[in-house]
């Protein structure tokens, strides 16, 4: 059995590339599962999703705590300590992550491969979001068991209902992907059965302590959503004639009033989601692609 993680973003269309790597999968004569587990649900979000490939009927339930293949739609994830990416690699596991950046200077002690896809889904879709197919066609391609008539017709079975315009380019990505990147050697440990762990017996704790209760008043500061960003807002200081319309319509409040009288975006909670700038009258905020680590 062969066992894949992809991690993402709320957005990204990282449960669709699941999908679609298990019906690619499934189209070469393996058996196949595949499923999500969202956090929070909302656009930019952590998000992982799980595709298991067999020849054999597939028994295992659950999340894959330790994959052959990890699949990362967004390298600004490798050092969130909540997403923890590479929970569960050793060094055998195949690793991909997308990004521009050498390989070995993404995750030292493991073997990385790297492609850009977002640049790909912007010269293929005119998208630099959607991941769907970029990541799918990267996972049947290090897989190396999955042939790429296969793949084709998962991505068009999955992505039903789009333009003939998107479906087109969603091919073209995923074919250009599957013969850039190279099959991988995945260990024996694919061929292994899964080794249960021992049970866990959860502990009865007071209901103040064993409970989701929030106890702490005003807290909401304390979690910096500015990690759920993968664009980032930049004000053009040099155009921007302080009207505060973005201040107005920020969504989550986090544009305040600087002293000097200028807008200024609070990055610890800011989350990306660029409605500033679509509603900038000037066009004076920039939007930049966050490739690093959250502070
Ligand atoms: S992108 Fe702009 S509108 Fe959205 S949260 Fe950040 S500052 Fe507010
Ligand atoms: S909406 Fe645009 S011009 Fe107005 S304050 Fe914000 S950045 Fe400046």
């Not at 790909?120 to 959607?130: E, G, K, Y």
């Not at 260990?187 to 959860?202: D, G, Q």
């Not at 409970?211 to 500015?226: E, H, Q, S």
Request: aromatic share 6%; proline share 7%; hydrophobic share 40%.
């Amino acid at each position: 059995m062969w066992r894949i993680r992809m991690h993402g973003r709320g957005g990204q269309g990282i449960k669709t590339a699941s999908q679609m790597l298990g019906s690619a999968g499934f189209y070469s004569g393996f058996q196949a599962q595949d499923f999500p587990l969202y956090g929070a649900e909302r656009r930019g979000a952590p998000v992982i999703a799980f595709t298991r490939i067999s020849k054999d009927a597939i028994l295992e339930r659950g999340p894959i705590s330790s994959p052959d293949i990890i699949l990362i739609g967004d390298e600004t994830l490798l050092n969130d300590p909540q997403s923890a990416p590479l929970c569960g690699a050793d060094p055998s596991t195949v690793i991909f992550v997308n990004s521009d950046r050498m390989p070995e200077s993404l995750a030292s002690n493991f073997s990385v491969t790297a492609v850009n896809l977002t640049d790909l889904c912007l010269q293929h879709l005119d998208n630099r979001m959607v991941y769907s197919s970029a990541l799918s066609a990267a996972g049947a391609r290090l897989l190396g068991i999955i042939e790429l008539p296969d793949l084709l017709q998962a991505v068009e079975d999955e992505l039903t209902g789009v333009s003939s315009q998107v479906l087109r380019g969603n091919l073209n990505l995923a074919r250009e992907i599957f013969e850039i990147i190279q099959p991988a050697v995945i260990s024996e440990k694919a061929n292994s059965p899964l080794i249960a762990k021992s049970l866990v017996f959860p502990q009865h704790l007071p209901v103040v302590d064993g409970a989701p209760i929030i106890l702490d008043p005003g807290n909401m500061a304390l979690r910096k959503t500015g990690n759920w960003r993968v664009e980032r807002p930049k004000i053009d200081y040099e155009q921007c004639n302080n009207c505060m319309i973005c201040y107005a319509r920020c969504p989550d409040g986090v544009i305040r009033t600087a002293p000097d009288g200028r807008p200024e975006i609070d990055y610890d909670h800011c989350k990306g989601c660029l409605i500033c700038a679509q509603e900038c009258p000037g066009h004076f905020i920039n939007t930049v692609r966050e490739t690093g680590m959250f502070p």
